[in-house]
């Protein structure tokens, strides 16, 4: 399927995009070498939650530095078997995985599952790329607590 980008304001927040208060989920993202973006979210095919995340379509082969508002989270593994192994090979050791984060790079080919908390706020939140001329593209989304 053609992932392709879609408004912010007319595709409202999927069933894939809403999370409920205190409750821990695992998110997948991968970075297909393409945009972020599909029916179920800026993650793609069903969206990123609920371990369906993706990341393809249409914004070339690059990286992602990928922002989460509101929570931070915990890497728990990535992925690179995917990847050109000399990029890998000439990023990995500039990573860091420990520690809370609330901004992960997905490099083209990079899998990375990561654990995160909701709790304290009910409502909306942004998740997007910030790479700024790719935001400005509307790789942005809403997702939803409640």
Known sequence: MD???KNLETTGVTEEETVKLNTTEIWNLVNTGGGMMGDGGIMGNG???KGKGMMGGGMMQMPHPIHIHQVQFNILERDPSEMDEDVWNSVKDGLI????QDTVLLIPGMKI??????????GLFLYHCHNLEHE???M??????E
């Open 47 to 49: 969206g990123m939650m």
């Open 136 to 138: 400005d593209m509307g």
């Open 140 to 145: 942005m989304r809403n997702y939803k607590i």
């Open 3 to 5: 992932h392709q980008w």
């Open 113 to 122: 599952k990561i654990i995160m908390r909701f709790k304290n706020f009910k």
């Open 97 to 100: 995985d420990d520690g809370w």
